[in-house]
């Protein structure tokens, strides 16, 4: 079954320091990437994708994301966190030639002042 | 236009009430998606439209009814709900195939009494 792995309910760190938010995934193929972003009462903001090339993928708000294929991961990176980088957010796929997106359980990211 | 428009915002409605939600966006996506999302948990997949077809059924029962107007339009009319319906819904669009994510409408929170 295909299926993504956010491992972490939840990530604390202090701000202006660096933050990791893990996701693995399983999936036949190379399936495409994403993060969201989910602040409370509100959809989901696109942060980025991959979808070949630089494993290193950057994105909005400073937001980047490294894939790595021999451990079927992409883990959301940023190098400073921001209080107001506190939200929900979800790791993506999407299988070739479908048109769903298969959601990993989502880790709320906390950054304390 | 980048956007999905949602209305309303807000939705409470008696288990004996009629009621649509709306979605609207004019980016030209050929694919949009209904998905129900409970506090904390990842959105789950309801509808897919593909080309104003109803092309995935996740097996939702049949108090959910949705529509495909026009390639802009997506209405879901709901009949009979139970309070455990009571949720957030999300619309979202994408291109079709390919390497695209999807772009997400604010949602509507719905409170079944």
């Known amino acids: 079954a295909q299926s993504v792995a956010q491992p972490e309910d939840q990530v604390n760190v202090a701000e202006g320091n660096p933050l990791t938010v893990k996701c693995t995934y399983s999936?036949?193929?190379?399936?495409?990437l994403f993060w969201y972003v989910q602040y409370p009462n509100r959809g989901l903001q696109f942060l980025l994708k991959y979808i070949t090339g630089d494993n290193l993928v950057k994105g909005s708000y400073g937001f980047e994301a490294e894939f790595n294929k021999s451990q079927t991961s992409f883990h959301l990176k940023k190098p400073s966190a921001l209080v107001s980088d506190s939200a929900l957010y979800f790791c993506a796929v999407r299988p070739l030639n479908t048109d769903k997106l298969i959601f990993g359980t989502g880790t709320r990211l906390q950054v304390f002042p | 236009d980048t956007e999905v428009t949602q209305t309303p915002k807000h939705l409470v409605m008696g288990m004996t009430n009629k009621k649509s939600l709306k979605c609207e966006q004019h980016?030209?996506?050929?694919?949009m998606y209904w998905y129900k999302q409970k506090a904390k948990k990842p959105p789950e997949l309801m509808f897919v439209y593909s080309y104003e077809k109803l092309s995935i059924n996740e097996s939702v029962p049949s108090r959910f009814s949705p529509e495909c107007p026009n390639s802009s339009l997506l209405n879901l009319h709901l009949h009979a709900l139970q309070p455990e319906d009571s949720a957030l819904y999300l619309c979202?669009?994408?291109?079709?195939?390919?390497?695209?994510?999807?772009?997400f409408g604010s949602g509507t929170r719905l409170t079944v009494v």
């Open positions: 999936v036949s193929g190379n399936p495409y």
């Open positions: 979202a669009s994408s291109q079709l195939r390919g390497f695209y994510g999807y772009t």
């Open positions: 980016m030209g996506h050929r694919a």
